[in-house]
């Protein structure tokens, strides 16, 4: 009984004893909290999907964003470099912002453009009346040609007394000279003139008033009508050719109709002098006034309106005048000292060859052969051969 007492304090004291011991060496075995194993997550690392990271040479993107670049004005902005330095020009260089070239708001080609009230149908204004080169024939002409109308009206209607008709003559110059000038100079402000429609207006008012007045003295003696269809003819074919054929009017159209005009009268004068010497009735005098007077105006009148589907150039006009008329007085000249001047021979042949002549160099001259274009290899097949195959085929100049 006192051994079991004995053995119990023992193991009490050594429990006592012992315990703190213990306690301190199992702290001290155990790992610190940072060592310790991190717990574990759910869903597994193997289940998670991986975090998409930026590429090293990109900045994160920062929340909220940064505010945009102010710019300058003109359309243009400066991004700053991402680490935040300032860049500064190089030498020489500027820091102004140069347009470009399809943005400036005006050309060297604008400042030099004329103001609007300077145009005249696309035209700068110029010449004495400021409306062209022919403003001032076009209104020379209008003028002369109303002031000859009133004049020889009156005359012809005082029946050439002079002393009688003095009065009405004055006021008739007078009158018809202010109404064409009136008349061509508001024309000429509001239309432009160039020299050809000016000068061809004065040639075409002379064939229609020539027209005029072979058909009405043809058809009736009354010389008062006879005067003032001429007359009226007269300023209608210079009006005319200014309102169709415009202030632009070519000069080869001008040269056309001029030409044709010529060319149908001096033909008639062949015609009636083959009747006069071909052994039948000759013409009369009258035939021969009316005639040549009318046979220009048909003549130009066909041209014009020809002229709408053909497109003569003037060198083509004046090289056919030209050889037409070389040809024509060579054969007169000849024929008329071996056979004759009272035969109807030699004005056939001069007719003849006249016109075959205008027409041949009119129609089958090509004009591309003066300035022949410089071949290049590609053209020329088999040691300098010409390639007929690639020929250019020929086209007539009139249509």
């Known amino acids: ?11 009490l004291m050594l429990a006592l004893g012992l315990g703190p011991g213990l ?32 590429p090293p040479d990109q900045p994160p993107q920062q929340w909220p964003p940064p505010p945009p670049p102010q710019g300058s004005g003109d359309g243009t902005t400066t991004t700053p470099p991402p680490d935040g330095s300032t860049t500064t020009p190089p030498p020489g260089d500027t820091v102004v912002t140069q347009p470009q070239p399809g943005l400036e708001t005006s050309t060297e080609e604008d400042e030099d453009m004329p103001p609007a009230e300077a145009l005249l149908d696309g ?37 050439f ?3 009688r008709g003095k009065e009405a003559m004055l006021v008739g110059t007078l009158v018809g000279m202010g109404l064409g000038f009136g008349i061509s100079t508001w024309w000429q402000f509001t239309h432009w003139m160039d020299s050809p429609v000016a000068a061809f207006s004065v040639v075409n008012g002379l064939y229609a008033g020539m027209l005029a007045a072979g058909l009405v003295d043809s058809l009736s003696r009354d010389m ?13 074919g210079g009006w005319l050719t200014a309102a169709i054929g415009g202030g632009e009017m070519k000069l ?19 015609v009636l002098a083959t009747l006069t010497y071909a052994g039948g009735t000759p013409p009369t005098s009258k035939a021969w006034v009316d005639t040549l007077l009318i046979a220009p105006g048909i003549g130009a009148s066909a041209v014009a309106v020809a002229l709408m589907q053909i497109r003569p150039t003037a060198n083509q006009v004046i090289r056919g005048d030209l050889f037409g008329l070389g040809v024509g007085a060579a054969v007169l000249v000849t024929a008329g000292l071996v056979v004759g001047w009272t035969t109807p021979t030699t004005y056939i042949l001069t007719l003849l060859s006249s016109a075959g002549a205008l027409a041949a160099v009119s129609i089958f001259w090509e004009e591309a052969a003066e300035k022949p274009a410089s071949e290049g290899v590609e053209a020329l097949w088999g040691g ?12 007539n100049p009139w249509w």
């Open 161 to 163: 007394n002079f002393d």
């Open 123 to 159: 035209h700068v204004r110029s010449g004495p009346f400021m409306a062209g080169p022919g403003s001032f024939t076009f209104v020379l002409h209008n003028s002369i040609l109303g002031a000859a109308g009133g004049f020889g009206t009156q005359l012809i209607s005082s029946q």
């Open 384 to 395: 300098g051969r010409r390639n007929l195959a690639s020929k250019k085929r020929y086209n």
């Open 1 to 11: 009984m006192l051994h079991s007492s004995f053995a119990r304090a023992c193991a």
């Open 252 to 270: 080869s159209d001008g040269l056309a109709i001029a030409s044709a005009g010529a060319w149908a009268g001096a033909y008639s004068a062949l």
């Open 224 to 236: 008062i009508a006879l005067a003032y269809s001429a007359f009226i003819c007269a300023e209608l």
């Open 23 to 54: 306690a301190s060496s199992a702290r001290a075995q155990q790992p610190p909290p940072d060592q310790q194993q991190p717990p574990q997550q759910w869903p597994p690392p193997a289940m998670q999907q991986p975090q998409q990271t930026p």
